[in-house]
């Protein structure tokens, strides 16, 4: 009966709370373009982003955009709010001395690196399913998440389910240090004092976090573009025929030599603008739903010392 009052009047259960929020906000608002930049990634694709886009909608319906959404949905709020704990902890651990101030940006950057790479582990799983939904498939084929993974495990064992781990931490560490260093930055050269004060405007959040959103993006973007065509293809033990890609270099060399240099840069306009939309989004719930929380646990705590004060 108590857990939740105690919960959400403790500053971690506020901010584990708001991340969720923020999480979910930002898959509503970007998966459409998601799956589109998925679409343009495959070696399969040869339409510019418009074209491709006019094709799902007339051959696929508008459900189309939002295919493979429940996944990442199921998962993404306690992974972000798993993610802006660790943020937090990891960067005020770097600093040289305890302190009320925020952490340094230096602080900010490590720590965002080490919370990329906890992140790879819960997000490389749930990006494999949700790639394999978002492709083109088959009219006779109708799975689900739950029996996509059910299949993968069936056929490629848990390595299968695990496929792309390797190239989604060395996409996540780097891009989460650029990602939180942009944002505290931002914020403060658009608001200064902020940091320290909590005060800036929604606009200042939504800029700074979508600026954030597509500086993470633009650090490590070629290598997303190599997980997405390791994910897409499955491969089970007993098959005769070898997969195309055998690993990250093998799937760099073998797309640049096909399709040249651009491949690694293809679907990089939409992922911008999802980038943007997305973690401006992100943010704004974040920031939002953790000034709520707090605004409502003070007047719970003012209002139980008034009511002690009357007995």
């Given at each position: 009966?108590?857990?939740?009052?105690?919960?959400?009047?403790?500053?971690?259960?506020?901010?584990?709370?708001?991340?969720?929020?923020?999480?979910?906000?930002?898959?509503?608002?970007?998966?459409?373009?998601?799956?589109?930049?998925?679409?343009?990634?495959?070696?399969?694709?040869?339409?510019?982003?418009?074209?491709?886009?006019?094709?799902?909608?007339?051959?696929?319906?508008?459900?189309?955009?939002?295919?493979?959404?429940?996944?990442?949905?199921?998962?993404?709020?306690?992974?972000?709010?798993?993610?802006?704990?660790?943020?937090?902890?990891?960067?005020?651990?770097?600093?040289?001395?305890?302190?009320?101030?925020?952490?340094?940006?230096?602080?900010?950057?490590?720590?965002?690196?080490?919370?990329?790479?906890?992140?790879?582990?819960?997000?490389?799983?749930?990006?494999?399913?949700?790639?394999?939904?978002?492709?083109?498939?088959?009219?006779?084929?109708?799975?689900?998440?739950?029996?996509?993974?059910?299949?993968?495990?069936?056929?490629?064992?848990?390595?299968?389910?695990?496929?792309?781990?390797?190239?989604?931490m060395l996409r996540d560490m780097p891009g989460h240090g650029t990602y939180f260093w942009t944002y505290e930055y931002t914020r403060e050269w658009l608001h200064p004092g902020c940091r320290k004060s909590g005060?800036?405007?929604?606009?200042?959040?939504?800029?700074?976090?979508?600026?954030?959103?597509?500086?993470?993006?633009?650090?490590?973007?070629?290598?997303?573009?190599?997980?997405?065509?390791?994910?897409?293809?499955?491969?089970?033990?007993?098959?005769?025929?070898?997969?195309?890609?055998?690993?990250?270099?093998?799937?760099?060399?073998?797309?640049?030599?096909?399709?040249?240099?651009?491949?690694?840069?293809?679907?990089?306009?939409?992922?911008?603008?999802?980038?943007?939309?997305?973690?401006?989004?992100?943010?704004?719930?974040?920031?939002?739903?953790?000034?709520?929380?707090?605004?409502?646990?003070?007047?719970?705590?003012?209002?139980?010392?008034?009511?002690?004060?009357?007995?």
């Amino acid at each position: 009966m108590e857990f939740w009052p105690e919960f959400l009047a403790s500053s971690w259960g506020r901010e584990f709370i708001a991340g969720g929020v923020g999480g979910m906000a930002g898959v509503i608002a970007g998966h459409p373009l998601d799956t589109l930049k998925i679409r343009l990634q495959q070696p399969s694709n040869k339409m510019p982003a418009f074209k491709l886009f006019r094709s799902m909608l007339v051959r696929e319906g508008p459900s189309s955009l939002y295919r493979g959404m429940g996944t990442p949905l199921a998962s993404v709020a306690f992974q972000n709010a798993v993610v802006f704990q660790v943020f937090a902890k990891l960067s005020q651990a770097c600093e040289q001395r305890k302190s009320t101030d925020p952490p340094s940006l230096r602080s900010v950057a490590i720590g965002g690196v080490g919370t990329g790479g906890l992140q790879s582990i819960m997000l490389s799983p749930v990006e494999l399913v949700k790639i394999r939904l978002q492709l083109p498939r088959r009219s006779s084929d109708r799975d689900g998440p739950i029996s996509l993974v059910q299949n993968i495990l069936r056929r490629e064992g848990i390595r299968g389910v695990f496929r792309g781990l390797g190239v989604t931490m060395l996409r996540d560490m780097p891009g989460h240090g650029t990602y939180f260093w942009t944002y505290e930055y931002t914020r403060e050269w658009l608001h200064p004092g902020c940091r320290k004060s909590g005060q800036e405007s929604v606009a200042t959040m939504l800029v700074a976090g979508g600026w954030a959103g597509v500086a993470s993006w633009l650090c490590c973007y070629p290598l997303d573009v190599v997980k997405s065509r390791l994910q897409a293809q499955s491969h089970s033990p007993g098959e005769r025929s070898p997969p195309k890609y055998n690993g990250i270099v093998d799937c760099f060399r073998k797309s640049v030599r096909e399709e040249g240099y651009q491949v690694l840069w293809r679907g990089l306009g939409t992922t911008i603008a999802r980038a943007f939309v997305v973690n401006g989004s992100i943010f704004v719930a974040y920031e939002s739903a953790l000034r709520f929380l707090s605004s409502n646990n003070r007047m719970t705590l003012e209002e139980n010392e008034i009511e002690l004060q009357g007995h």
